[in-house]
């Protein structure tokens, strides 16, 4: 059976909701980023495929993906949400917020700091936020237009996908020109080649397979690999006191380690989501994928991922 799309238009609330603030310095995309459309039954945003931004869906079975990822990302960062040890926060960006887990939650715990996110998307984006939150829609790949030495805290988290790969460099830039000084930037990403600890899985598996297809998908428009690449990239663009560490994060509870075996137990059910949710548009319609052969590898790919043999895990 043929992929099948559909298009639709999102309701007009969404545009007084989501207009541009001036005093943030976002320049709004117009009301083509509100189109919606749907293949093999999960919606996406028609103005990200059409400019080739971000690939993964924009649904209700996304955000409720997101949340499972938010709470494995507070298993493993131990409840933090801000790294650096900054003394007083006034006001922080967050880069692609997404279904704006992250950034309600700053907002929420630092109730007099400015909390501004960009996203292309809107449609993930709860109903109800706390006053100092701002969410505006704007393109990560385009240059900020916000006031330089303005933030106390940049946050960028998982953007691999959503931006150009020629981009990274610019985008360090536009971080590090919009951060006080003495500001900080944190970014999280993750690089989705599938790994074993144990060295059992091998290029045959469903896991790696499906990685290898991903990876593939994309490398013509995004630098999947740029986690790999942060803190050089970090250092380009004039940034100091760099840090960079990679977490192996389970696919699920394979860990003898009681604080990793909780990490994958959490992660199981978001890697089961995932690996549809990321795969569906990249696999069927950019590879071509015949849709028996992406069910058939991603029937695979989730029982691999909950075999303990195989310990499987991403790099964080």
């Known amino acids: 059976m043929a992929p099948s799309f559909s298009i639709i238009v999102c309701c007009s609330w969404l545009t007084a909701k989501f207009h541009s603030d001036p005093h943030f310095g976002t320049t709004a995309l117009d009301n083509a980023h509100l189109e919606i459309i749907t293949f093999q039954g999960r919606e996406y945003q028609k103005y990200a495929q059409d400019n080739q931004i971000y690939f993964a869906p924009i649904d209700d079975e996304e955000i409720e993906r997101l949340e499972l990822e938010q709470q494995v990302f507070s298993k493993v960062f131990d409840d933090r949400i801000i790294f650096p040890p900054i003394q007083q926060l006034d006001k922080v960006l967050d880069c692609g917020y997404g279904s704006g887990t992250w950034a309600v939650e700053v907002a929420e715990q630092y109730p007099d700091c400015e909390v501004i996110g960009i996203d292309v998307s809107p449609h993930m984006k709860p109903d109800d936020t706390p006053d100092n939150l701002w969410l505006q829609v704007d393109?990560?790949?385009?240059t900020f237009t916000f006031r330089s030495n303005q933030f106390d805290l940049v946050h960028s988290r998982l953007i691999a996908s959503g931006l150009d790969k020629e981009r990274w460099p610019r985008y360090l830039r536009d971080i590090s020109r919009c951060l006080?000084?003495?500001?900080?930037?944190?970014?999280?990403?993750?690089?989705?080649?599938?790994?074993?600890?144990?060295?059992?899985l091998?290029?045959?598996?469903?896991?790696?397979?499906?990685?290898?297809?991903y990876i593939a998908a994309l490398e013509g428009v995004k630098d999947l690999r740029s986690g790999m690449k942060l803190a050089g990239l970090m250092a380009s663009a004039g940034l100091v006191d760099i840090e960079s560490k990679m977490i192996p994060l389970p696919l699920s509870g394979w860990s003898t380690d009681p604080r990793m075996k909780a990490i994958g137990e959490a992660n199981r059910k978001n890697v089961h989501?995932?690996?549809?949710?990321?795969?569906?548009?990249?696999?069927?319609?950019?590879?071509?994928?015949?849709?028996v052969e992406f069910q058939e590898l991603l029937t695979g790919a989730r029982q691999e991922a909950d075999d303990p043999s195989l310990k499987a895990y991403i790099p964080l």
């Open 139 to 142: 393109d990560l790949n385009r």
């Open 180 to 200: 006080k000084r003495g500001g900080w930037a944190q970014m999280v990403e993750v690089y989705f080649n599938v790994q074993s600890d144990n060295g059992a």
């Open 273 to 291: 989501l995932l690996l549809e949710s990321l795969g569906l548009y990249p696999f069927m319609h950019l590879l071509d994928m015949p849709e």
């Open 202 to 213: 091998t290029e045959s598996h469903c896991l790696r397979k499906w990685s290898t297809s």
